[in-house]
């Protein structure tokens, strides 16, 4: 392939992943990665609610990975709580999972601009083939790729698997009973998802600006040293 059109790649490839961090620090401050309802049931079976009078003990709830709120409703009216995963919730959600969810998302900002670097290095500059080149390009993709990946994951079995929502509806609630009443993913979470997207495609334009895979490659392909070895 033409340098000019590798340079065009390169540039492209740096654009998307700068966009890609920009984009995973903003989800990570936003409140908006999951929203849903819950019903106040200790209320509803109070008096026997059903059909339209069962929207008066319904409330909803939207959250990140840092603060969120929720509108409390038991029959007398809406009232909005708001709430903070630090300190606050550190005892009652999966604290493990979470913290976990917002190193990954650290990691995933990290490599996004480190990889958003060296693809404009290799467009306009003159790297090093190891790692400043196409396979350190490959390694920084795939780790944001991974971390995208993970976040994801975990931040779902918390969320489905432990309950997440219907714990910070209980919290601090004596006298009544929260139960989720519908529960869905919100834009921040999607962001993540097209990060990692991004970070996939990213590794697709180093191969078709014409650059191997690192695990294609031959085992003699490296015997060979010198100056020329070094640079591409």
Known sequence: MPAQQKRILFC?????SFACALG??????????????????TGALLVNASGQELHKFIGQIHYGLFHGERLRQCGL??????????PDLLRTIPASIHVSV???CAVLVLFALVGAGFFMLNAFG???????????????????????CLIMILFSSEVKIHHLSEKIA?????????????EQFANS????????????????????????????KSKHSGTTTGAADLMY
């Open 77 to 86: 009216g809406g009232r909005p709580v708001r709430f903070s995963f630090f």
């Open 102 to 104: 917002i190193l990954f």
């Open 12 to 16: 492209t490839a740096g654009v998307l």
């Open 24 to 41: 995973a620090a903003a989800a990570v401050g936003a409140q908006r990665w999951v929203r849903g309802t819950v019903l106040c049931r």
């Open 189 to 216: 979470f999607w962001v993540i998802l097209v990060c990692s997207l991004v970070q996939f495609l990213n590794a697709l334009l180093i191969r078709f600006a014409g650059f191997e895979f690192p695990f294609s």
């Open 170 to 182: 209980n919290f601090k609630e004596g006298s009544f009973i929260f139960k989720t009443h519908s």
């Open 126 to 148: 003159k790297p090093y083939e190891t790692l400043h080149g196409p396979v350190g390009l490959y390694l920084w993709s795939f780790i944001a790729c991974c971390c995208g």
